[in-house]
């Protein structure tokens, strides 16, 4: 069982940072429309081809990064873990 140690408004702060992180996917191209309303086609446009030209080193790099991230996590745990064992 996972039981945070966090206080509720900690938890709540986190939850809405991780919402908002989450929802910049949406959020970036919306703002883009309404501050650039009559260039908003272009720099979306060039996002767009940002993303098709580079989609191969995105699909390889991205997963890489949070894999390793999360070895990195897991083994870290384990090694805390084995240190309060052998208290």
């Known amino acids: 069982m ?3 140690t966090l ?3 900690q938890q709540i702060i ?4 991780v919402v908002l ?4 996917s949406v959020s970036v191209p919306v703002l883009i429309a309404f501050i650039f309303p009559h ?3 272009e720099k979306l446009g060039w996002i767009k081809q940002t993303i098709d030209t580079h989609r191969y080193q995105i699909g ?3 997963p890489l990064v949070f894999g390793l991230l999360f070895i ?16």
Do not use: H, K, N, P
């Open 60 to 62: 390889i790099w991205v």
């Open 14 to 17: 986190i939850t809405l940072l």
């Open 72 to 87: 990195l996590r897991g083994i870290r745990s384990l090694m805390y873990v084995a240190v309060l064992d052998s208290l």
């Open 7 to 9: 206080s509720i408004s």
């Open 21 to 24: 992180v989450f929802c910049t």
């Open 2 to 4: 996972l039981v945070s």
């Open 39 to 41: 260039r908003a086609e």
